[in-house]
């Protein structure tokens, strides 16, 4: 078993849809949960970072975490098609452990 | 967040031959970097940690001897593929940290995708 599952998608929705994208992980020292948005051919680029368990906002992004299901969500709210990417959860126990990345899940926003 | 830059952006060599990737750091000075390979489709997968001034640490299943890193300056790390065969073809990413050692955030360089011949 992986210690971060991730569908690989892909998903396809259209404009303005309310996207939510999800990791479930198995090891139970992470406490710090990244989401990362990768363009074709580029680098990936942090969009959202939290804490342990709760949620957070960032415009139209929310991120959410429930430690005890072991589950991550990522909400995008009025897609774009500038949102279409591949969104890599990533996660870590922190105290210099290593980032475990998820295979990341292609989104197409259709115009 | 910090400017990672990565060079080159795009290589095509010929198989048996050595090819070089650096990464800069360009706001900050940083004594650790990340070395990423990604396969089409697939995840991150971390390969080493370059070390400023010491040896990097490389990940399980990872030829030090193949993948030669050097962490030259506080802002310049290299990766070097020697005797770089087709299976070698891939996206190499670099990234750093922030600061301090949680290494939970990380800031990603454009990456470098080679192909082998």
């Known amino acids: 078993q992986k210690e971060v599952e991730q569908d690989p998608g892909p998903l396809s929705v259209p404009e303005g849809a309310i996207v939510s994208l999800n990791c479930t992980y198995s090891?139970?020292?992470?406490?710090?949960f990244m989401w990362y948005r990768q363009y074709s051919r580029k680098g990936p680029e942090l969009l959202m970072y939290?804490?342990?368990?709760g949620n957070k906002e960032d415009g139209r992004f929310t991120a959410q975490v429930d430690k005890s299901s072991k589950y991550i969500s990522l909400f995008i709210r009025d897609s774009q098609p500038s949102d279409s990417a591949t969104y890599l959860c990533?996660?870590?126990?922190?105290?210099?452990?290593?980032?475990?990345f998820g295979a990341g899940t292609r989104l197409f926003v259709k115009a | 967040g910090a400017v990672v830059s990565q060079h080159p952006s795009w290589v095509i060599c010929k198989s048996g031959t050595s090819v070089k990737i650096e990464c800069r750091s360009l706001?900050?000075?940083?004594?650790?970097m990340f070395w990423y390979r990604q396969f089409p489709k697939q995840s991150l997968m971390l390969m080493a940690t370059?070390?400023?001034?010491?040896?990097?640490?490389?990940e399980q299943g990872v030829e030090k001897d193949k993948f030669l890193i050097n962490h030259a300056s506080l802002t310049l790390s290299t990766l070097t593929v020697t005797s770089a065969h087709p299976e070698d073809s891939s996206f190499y990413i670099c990234?750093?940290?922030?600061?301090?050692?949680?290494?939970?955030?990380?800031?990603f360089g454009p990456g470098t995708r080679l192909t082998v011949l």
């Open positions: 990533a996660m870590s126990a922190g105290g210099g452990f290593k980032t475990i």
């Open positions: 090891n139970s020292a992470f406490q710090y």
């Open positions: 939290t804490y342990s368990s």
């Open positions: 706001d900050f000075q940083a004594t650790t």
């Open positions: 370059s070390n400023e001034g010491s040896k990097a640490t490389y």
């Open positions: 990234s750093l940290p922030p600061s301090g050692a949680t290494y939970n955030e990380q800031f």
